[in-house]
C-alpha cells in the first residue's frame, strides 16, 4: 500500500487513480474537514490526519511500503508566510523522520520554483535548490524542504525529488490559477493577460513520472518533470480553437500589470480571492523558462505529451464536470 500526503489536491488525486490503475492499494492522508469531491468514488483508504502532527503521521505509516509526499501550501502572494514554511518545511521534517524510523521510500514532489532562478540558458538539475530566493515564501519554502529531503537521502533514507513545471490538465477540482485562466476562457470569459510564458505540463505526466521516480529514481537525486514553454496568448488563442467560441481578450501593459500588482495585498485581504496579477504571478511569466527534462526522460522514461493535448482535455473536462 502506498501512502499519499495531499491527495486531494490536482496533483495527488491524479497520482491517485493512477496508482489504482495499476492495482495498487492507495491510504489518502488528508486534512480533517478537508473536501474529499476529487477522491469521491475511488477506491481509497481514508486517513484524517495532519502531517504537522506526528502521531498522525506515524500512525499514517502503518503497513505501507512508500510515501508520495505532496502535501503542502502554495502561495503566490509577496511578503513572509510562516504558516507556508510550517507546513511545507516542518511537515515534510515530520514526514522524513517517520520514513526514516520505519525505512519506508519517500518520493517527494518539490517544485521547479524551489531552484534558483536561472536568466540565460537551460535550466536543468545542475541549478542549485535556493533557501535565499527573494521572490516568494512558497519558492524558499519548497527549497529548505527539498534540501532536508536531499540531506535525509544523504544519510540513507530511500528518497528521491522530483520537480514539476507549471500543472494543467484535467481533474482540476480547485480550480488552479491557470486552471481558472482556461476555465474562463472555455466559457467564453472577458480575458485580461500580460505578455509572457511558462514552461506548462500534463498533470498526468507529473503523476506518471513520480511512479517512475519511485520504480525508477536514483536515491538522493532530483528530477525535473517539464512539459513545453508556452505564451499567454498561444494558452488562450488554443482554447478558442478548441471550443471554436471567440471571446473579448486584452492584452495589458506589462508595466500596468505591475503597477496594479501592487495593491493585490489588499484585494486578497478584502476579497479573499487570489488576484491574477501578482508580483510573483508576474515575475513568474517574465522569468526564463527554458527547462530541461533530459534527465527524467533518460533516467525515469519520462515523455510528456504535447501541450495542445493537456489544454484540449483541460477544457474538455471543465466544460463538462465543472458547470
Same mark, same amino acid.
Request: glycine share 8%; charged share 25%.
Given at each position: 500500500?502506498?501512502?499519499?500526503?495531499?491527495?486531494?489536491?490536482?496533483?495527488?488525486?491524479?497520482?491517485?487513480?493512477? =496508482? =489504482?490503475?495499476?492495482? !495498487?492499494?492507495?491510504?489518502?492522508?488528508? %486534512?480533517?474537514?478537508? @473536501?474529499? /469531491?476529487?477522491?469521491?468514488?475511488?477506491?481509497? /483508504?481514508?486517513?484524517?490526519?495532519?502531517?504537522?502532527?506526528?502521531?498522525?503521521?506515524?500512525?499514517?505509516?502503518?503497513?505501507?511500503?512508500?510515501?508520495?509526499?505532496?502535501?503542502?501550501?502554495?502561495?503566490?502572494?509577496?511578503?513572509?508566510?510562516?504558516?507556508?514554511?510550517?507546513?511545507?518545511?516542518?511537515?515534510?521534517?515530520?514526514?522524513?523522520?517517520?520514513?526514516?524510523?520505519?525505512?519506508?521510500?519517500?518520493?517527494?514532489?518539490?517544485?521547479?520554483?524551489?531552484?534558483?532562478?536561472?536568466?540565460?540558458?537551460?535550466?536543468?538539475? @545542475?541549478?542549485?535548490?535556493?533557501?535565499?530566493?527573494?521572490?516568494?515564501?512558497?519558492?524558499? @519554502?519548497?527549497?529548505?524542504?527539498?534540501?532536508?529531503?536531499?540531506? $535525509? *537521502?544523504?544519510?540513507?533514507? !530511500?528518497?528521491?525529488?522530483?520537480?514539476?513545471?507549471?500543472?494543467?490538465?484535467?481533474?482540476?477540482?480547485?480550480? @488552479?490559477?491557470?486552471?481558472?485562466?482556461?476555465?474562463?476562457? $472555455?466559457? $467564453?470569459?472577458?480575458?485580461?493577460?500580460? +505578455?509572457?510564458?511558462? &514552461?506548462?505540463? +500534463?498533470?498526468?505526466?507529473?503523476?506518471?513520472?513520480?511512479?517512475?521516480?519511485? !520504480?525508477?529514481?536514483?536515491?538522493? /537525486?532530483?528530477?525535473? %518533470?517539464?512539459?513545453?514553454?508556452?505564451?499567454?496568448?498561444?494558452?488562450?488563442?488554443?482554447?478558442? /480553437?478548441?471550443?471554436?467560441?471567440?471571446?473579448?481578450?486584452?492584452?495589458?501593459?506589462? &508595466?500596468?500589470?505591475?503597477? *496594479?500588482?501592487?495593491?493585490?495585498?489588499?484585494?486578497?485581504?478584502?476579497?479573499?480571492?487570489?488576484?491574477?496579477?501578482?508580483?510573483?504571478?508576474?515575475?513568474?511569466?517574465?522569468?526564463?523558462?527554458?527547462?530541461?527534462?533530459?534527465?527524467?526522460?533518460? !533516467? %525515469?522514461?519520462?515523455?510528456?505529451?504535447?501541450?495542445?493535448?493537456?489544454?484540449? &482535455?483541460?477544457?474538455?473536462?471543465?466544460?463538462?464536470?465543472?458547470?
Amino acid at each position: 500500500m502506498w501512502l499519499v500526503t495531499g491527495a486531494t489536491g490536482h496533483i495527488g488525486n491524479v497520482l491517485v487513480r493512477k =496508482l =489504482l490503475e495499476r492495482g !495498487e492499494k492507495v491510504r489518502a492522508l488528508i %486534512l480533517p474537514g478537508e @473536501s474529499r /469531491e476529487s477522491i469521491s468514488g475511488l477506491k481509497v /483508504e481514508a486517513f484524517e490526519g495532519d502531517i504537522l502532527n506526528m502521531d498522525s503521521v506515524f500512525e499514517s505509516m502503518q503497513g505501507i511500503k512508500g510515501i508520495f509526499h505532496l502535501a503542502g501550501v502554495i502561495s503566490i502572494m509577496p511578503g513572509p508566510n510562516p504558516f507556508v514554511r510550517k507546513v511545507n518545511v516542518e511537515g515534510t521534517k515530520n514526514i522524513l523522520r517517520a520514513a526514516a524510523e520505519k525505512r519506508i521510500k519517500l518520493i517527494y514532489t518539490s517544485s521547479i520554483h524551489a531552484i534558483q532562478r536561472v536568466e540565460k540558458g537551460v535550466i536543468d538539475e @545542475s541549478v542549485p535548490y535556493d533557501m535565499n530566493n527573494p521572490y516568494g515564501a512558497y519558492d524558499r @519554502s519548497k527549497a529548505e524542504a527539498t534540501l532536508e529531503v536531499l540531506n $535525509a *537521502a544523504r544519510s540513507g533514507l !530511500e528518497a528521491v525529488v522530483a520537480c514539476p513545471t507549471g500543472v494543467i490538465g484535467p481533474y482540476d477540482f480547485r480550480g @488552479s490559477m491557470m486552471g481558472a485562466v482556461i476555465h474562463d476562457a $472555455a466559457v $467564453a470569459k472577458p480575458t485580461l493577460y500580460v +505578455d509572457g510564458a511558462y &514552461d506548462f505540463v +500534463d498533470v498526468r505526466d507529473v503523476a506518471d513520472g513520480l511512479i517512475a521516480a519511485a !520504480e525508477n529514481g536514483k536515491r538522493g /537525486e532530483s528530477y525535473i %518533470l517539464s512539459g513545453q514553454k508556452i505564451t499567454v496568448r498561444y494558452l488562450l488563442e488554443t482554447v478558442r /480553437e478548441i471550443t471554436g467560441k471567440h471571446f473579448f481578450q486584452m492584452k495589458i501593459p506589462f &508595466d500596468l500589470a505591475k503597477f *496594479a500588482a501592487i495593491f493585490t495585498p489588499m484585494y486578497y485581504r478584502f476579497a479573499n480571492e487570489t488576484p491574477r496579477f501578482t508580483p510573483y504571478s508576474l515575475e513568474v511569466l517574465q522569468s526564463n523558462s527554458n527547462i530541461s527534462h533530459a534527465k527524467a526522460t533518460r !533516467e %525515469l522514461g519520462y515523455k510528456p505529451r504535447p501541450i495542445f493535448d493537456s489544454i484540449r &482535455d483541460a477544457v474538455k473536462w471543465f466544460l463538462e464536470s465543472r458547470k
